[in-house]
């Protein structure tokens, strides 16, 4: 099993361009999250997912859309890129009930 | 916000040390977990603890958990060069799928 994975692992952005990063599990985990992660300091979550086909807000959602189609994919874009949102960011998924989440490798994000 | 907090931000110990990291949260919870970050990296779980559990052993953690004072603590015995990494603590709540993370502990293990 690859776990989660996510592409790419490094991107670089200009003020206002657009990207997609994806998150892929073959856990057949039910729950998947987008969080970030900015230098010293812990991880903020962005949005999450409980099921395919549906999404909720976290605690830093502004900026930010995401989609779940397909239960194994949870897709995170930025429509307009701002030097706010160079980030870090990882995806995470776990079963239901009181689980570990298991993270991907994370995306490095720089906005110029 | 209901981010938790650890203490101490950062630790330095000698290798076979042992290191113990604490976590502060604000809502009640259903239970919390330990990760380690590796520098660079995803983040790892190490352990799980619920409510209704005082303490928990794994290996050479130990962690406890003091619902009525809201806090946590990781201790990592007879640390090693390899221990070296950020811990965090995420706290479930009843009636939400969402973890939410503390801001981490720096542990740096000089051999």
């Known amino acids: 099993n690859a776990g989660v994975t996510q592409t790419p692992k490094f991107r670089v952005l200009k003020t206002g361009q657009s990207m997609t990063l994806l998150c892929a599990q073959d856990?057949?985990?039910?729950?998947m999250y987008w969080y970030r992660q900015d230098p010293g300091m812990g991880l903020r979550l962005i949005h999450y997912?409980?099921?395919?086909?549906?999404?909720a807000k976290g605690e830093v959602p502004d900026g930010y859309n995401v989609s779940r189609l397909k239960k194994q994919n949870f897709l995170l874009g930025l429509e307009s890129a701002a030097p706010s949102q160079t980030s870090v960011y990882f995806c995470?998924?776990?079963?239901?009930?009181?689980?570990?989440?298991?993270f991907g490798p994370g995306t490095r994000l720089t906005v110029l | 916000s209901q981010q938790g907090e650890e203490d101490p931000q950062a630790l330095s110990i000698q290798e076979g040390e042992n290191a113990t990291m604490n976590c502060s949260y604000k809502?009640?919870?259903?239970?919390l977990q330990w990760y380690r970050q590796n520098s660079g990296r995803g983040l790892v779980h190490l352990i799980l603890?619920?409510?209704?559990?005082r303490e928990k052993h794994s290996g050479r953690l130990r962690v406890t958990l003091d619902t009525s004072k809201k806090s946590s603590s990781l201790l990592i015995t007879a640390s090693r060069a390899a221990d070296t990494a950020s811990y965090f603590c995420?706290?479930?709540?009843?009636?939400?799928?969402?973890?939410?993370f503390g801001t981490g502990t720096r542990l740096k293990v000089l051999a």
């Open positions: 856990m057949n985990h039910e729950y």
């Open positions: 603890i619920r409510s209704n559990e």
């Open positions: 995470a998924s776990r079963q239901t009930g009181e689980n570990e989440q298991f």
């Open positions: 995420a706290t479930g709540t009843s009636g939400t799928y969402k973890y939410i």
């Open positions: 809502t009640s919870i259903n239970n």
């Open positions: 997912s409980v099921g395919e086909g549906t999404t």
